[in-house]
Protein backbone atom coordinates (compact mmCIF):
# COMPACT_ATOMS: atom_id res chain seq x y z
CA UNK A 1 0.00 0.00 0.00
CA UNK A 2 1.27 3.62 -0.92
CA UNK A 3 2.30 5.87 2.07
CA UNK A 4 1.34 9.02 0.65
CA UNK A 5 -2.02 11.00 1.12
CA UNK A 6 -3.01 10.97 -2.67
CA UNK A 7 -2.48 7.87 -3.38
CA UNK A 8 -4.10 6.55 -0.30
CA UNK A 9 -7.53 8.60 -1.47
CA UNK A 10 -7.80 7.42 -4.96
CA UNK A 11 -7.79 3.62 -3.34
CA UNK A 12 -10.14 4.69 -0.55
CA UNK A 13 -13.90 4.73 -0.22
CA UNK A 14 -15.40 7.84 1.56
CA UNK A 15 -17.67 5.99 4.47
CA UNK A 16 -18.99 9.72 5.58
CA UNK A 17 -18.93 12.94 4.31
CA UNK A 18 -19.12 15.96 6.87
CA UNK A 19 -22.81 16.08 6.90
CA UNK A 20 -23.47 13.03 7.98
CA UNK A 21 -21.02 13.17 10.51
CA UNK A 22 -22.03 16.69 11.62
CA UNK A 23 -25.69 14.96 11.91
CA UNK A 24 -23.96 12.20 13.80
CA UNK A 25 -22.48 14.27 16.44
CA UNK A 26 -25.43 16.39 17.39
CA UNK A 27 -27.18 13.51 17.80
CA UNK A 28 -25.15 11.84 20.32
CA UNK A 29 -24.78 15.51 21.92
CA UNK A 30 -28.35 15.55 22.07
CA UNK A 31 -27.97 12.50 24.25
CA UNK A 32 -24.92 13.65 26.06
CA UNK A 33 -26.89 16.44 27.74
CA UNK A 34 -29.81 14.62 28.60
CA UNK A 35 -27.52 12.41 30.63
CA UNK A 36 -25.93 15.15 32.34
CA UNK A 37 -28.57 17.42 33.03
CA UNK A 38 -28.71 18.89 36.33
CA UNK A 39 -25.49 17.13 37.48
CA UNK A 40 -22.31 18.78 38.17
CA UNK A 41 -20.12 19.86 35.52
CA UNK A 42 -18.23 17.41 33.67
CA UNK A 43 -14.28 17.37 32.95
CA UNK A 44 -14.01 17.08 29.37
CA UNK A 45 -10.41 14.77 28.35
CA UNK A 46 -9.91 15.00 24.42
CA UNK A 47 -7.99 12.32 23.79
CA UNK A 48 -4.69 13.54 21.47
CA UNK A 49 -4.32 13.95 18.62
CA UNK A 50 -6.97 11.70 17.17
CA UNK A 51 -9.67 12.88 19.39
CA UNK A 52 -9.31 16.63 18.87
CA UNK A 53 -11.31 17.04 15.79
CA UNK A 54 -14.59 14.70 16.88
CA UNK A 55 -14.13 16.46 20.23
CA UNK A 56 -14.59 20.10 19.18
CA UNK A 57 -17.57 19.37 16.98
CA UNK A 58 -19.19 17.76 19.46
CA UNK A 59 -18.16 20.12 22.38
CA UNK A 60 -20.06 22.99 20.25
CA UNK A 61 -23.21 20.59 19.58
CA UNK A 62 -23.15 20.35 23.53
CA UNK A 63 -25.75 22.74 25.99
CA UNK A 64 -23.93 20.82 28.83
CA UNK A 65 -21.55 23.09 30.62
CA UNK A 66 -17.97 21.72 30.33
CA UNK A 67 -14.48 22.17 32.31
CA UNK A 68 -11.94 21.06 28.93
CA UNK A 69 -8.19 19.51 29.66
CA UNK A 70 -6.66 16.96 27.55
CA UNK A 71 -4.48 14.15 27.71
CA UNK A 72 -2.16 12.33 25.56
CA UNK A 73 -1.64 8.86 26.06
CA UNK A 74 -0.18 6.44 23.29
CA UNK A 75 -0.13 2.16 24.16
CA UNK A 76 3.51 0.82 23.97
CA UNK A 77 4.13 -1.61 21.23
CA UNK A 78 5.91 -4.60 20.97
CA UNK A 79 7.53 -5.88 23.85
CA UNK A 80 5.31 -4.39 26.82
CA UNK A 81 2.06 -6.63 27.60
CA UNK A 82 -1.56 -5.45 27.97
CA UNK A 83 -2.82 -1.52 29.11
CA UNK A 84 0.64 -0.03 29.16
CA UNK A 85 0.46 3.32 28.23
CA UNK A 86 3.22 6.07 26.90
CA UNK A 87 2.03 9.24 28.77
CA UNK A 88 2.82 12.26 26.81
CA UNK A 89 0.46 14.86 28.60
CA UNK A 90 -1.90 14.08 31.56
CA UNK A 91 -4.34 16.33 32.52
CA UNK A 92 -3.66 18.93 34.69
CA UNK A 93 -7.34 18.94 36.48
CA UNK A 94 -8.09 16.68 39.30
CA UNK A 95 -10.68 14.43 38.79
CA UNK A 96 -11.10 13.13 41.96
CA UNK A 97 -15.24 12.95 42.43
CA UNK A 98 -15.64 14.61 39.18
CA UNK A 99 -18.12 13.23 36.50
CA UNK A 100 -15.30 12.58 33.22
CA UNK A 101 -16.41 12.51 29.80
CA UNK A 102 -13.30 10.72 27.64
CA UNK A 103 -13.70 12.01 23.83
CA UNK A 104 -12.08 10.09 21.02
CA UNK A 105 -11.81 9.23 17.99
CA UNK A 106 -11.64 5.49 17.29
CA UNK A 107 -12.78 2.75 19.52
CA UNK A 108 -11.07 -0.23 18.18
CA UNK A 109 -9.58 -3.03 20.13
CA UNK A 110 -10.18 -0.98 23.34
CA UNK A 111 -6.47 -1.06 24.75
CA UNK A 112 -6.20 2.27 25.11
CA UNK A 113 -9.56 3.66 26.40
CA UNK A 114 -9.92 0.94 28.67
CA UNK A 115 -6.37 2.20 30.56
CA UNK A 116 -7.25 5.55 30.34
CA UNK A 117 -10.51 5.13 32.03
CA UNK A 118 -9.01 2.81 34.46
CA UNK A 119 -6.73 5.86 34.75
CA UNK A 120 -9.09 8.22 35.23
CA UNK A 121 -10.83 5.67 38.27
CA UNK A 122 -7.83 5.27 39.88
CA UNK A 123 -7.67 9.08 40.52
CA UNK A 124 -10.73 9.37 41.90
CA UNK A 125 -12.93 10.17 39.11
CA UNK A 126 -16.84 9.78 40.77
CA UNK A 127 -18.01 8.65 36.74
CA UNK A 128 -16.32 7.86 33.60
CA UNK A 129 -17.54 8.18 30.63
CA UNK A 130 -16.96 7.36 26.71
CA UNK A 131 -17.59 8.96 23.43
CA UNK A 132 -16.01 8.61 20.06
CA UNK A 133 -16.81 9.27 17.23
CA UNK A 134 -16.51 6.13 15.43
CA UNK A 135 -16.28 2.04 16.91
CA UNK A 136 -14.98 -0.06 14.35
CA UNK A 137 -17.11 -3.40 13.94
CA UNK A 138 -15.21 -6.63 14.60
CA UNK A 139 -14.75 -9.22 17.95
CA UNK A 140 -11.12 -8.48 18.99
CA UNK A 141 -12.57 -5.76 21.42
CA UNK A 142 -10.73 -6.36 25.36
CA UNK A 143 -13.02 -6.93 27.90
CA UNK A 144 -14.48 -4.65 29.83
CA UNK A 145 -14.56 -1.76 27.55
CA UNK A 146 -17.73 0.36 25.31
CA UNK A 147 -18.14 3.71 24.27
CA UNK A 148 -21.48 5.24 25.85
CA UNK A 149 -21.94 7.35 23.09
CA UNK A 150 -20.92 6.47 19.43
CA UNK A 151 -21.13 8.64 16.27
CA UNK A 152 -20.47 6.15 13.54
CA UNK A 153 -20.04 2.21 12.77
CA UNK A 154 -17.54 1.60 10.62
CA UNK A 155 -16.13 -1.35 9.27
CA UNK A 156 -13.07 -3.79 9.88
CA UNK A 157 -10.92 -1.73 7.64
CA UNK A 158 -8.34 1.05 7.86
CA UNK A 159 -9.97 4.28 8.64
CA UNK A 160 -9.06 7.66 8.75
CA UNK A 161 -9.89 11.43 8.29
CA UNK A 162 -11.55 13.45 10.44
CA UNK A 163 -8.83 13.28 13.25
CA UNK A 164 -7.67 9.71 12.44
CA UNK A 165 -4.10 9.52 10.63
CA UNK A 166 -3.05 7.59 7.48
CA UNK A 167 0.64 7.58 7.93
CA UNK A 168 0.30 10.58 10.34
CA UNK A 169 -1.49 12.14 7.14
CA UNK A 170 -5.12 13.11 6.58
CA UNK A 171 -6.11 14.12 9.69
CA UNK A 172 -8.03 17.07 8.55
CA UNK A 173 -9.83 15.70 6.10
CA UNK A 174 -13.41 16.64 6.01
CA UNK A 175 -14.72 12.97 6.03
CA UNK A 176 -13.94 9.49 6.91
CA UNK A 177 -12.33 7.11 4.34
CA UNK A 178 -12.04 3.41 4.60
CA UNK A 179 -8.63 2.16 2.61
CA UNK A 180 -9.36 0.03 -0.27
CA UNK A 181 -8.87 -3.88 0.35
Known sequence: MPHD??????????????E????????IAAEIDADYAGGPRPVYLTIMHGGMLFASTLALELETDLEFDYLHATRYRG???????AWLHRPATPLRGRR??????????????????RW????????????????KQHDRRV??????????????????G?????????RNLPGIYALGT
Open 120 to 135: CEDEGAADVRIAVLTV
Open 100 to 117: VLLADDILDEGHTLKAVK
Open 162 to 170: YGMDYHEQG
Open 5 to 18: LASALAVSDLLFDS
Open 79 to 85: ATVGSGL
Open 143 to 160: DDIHADYVALEVPDRYVY
Open 20 to 27: TIDDQVAR
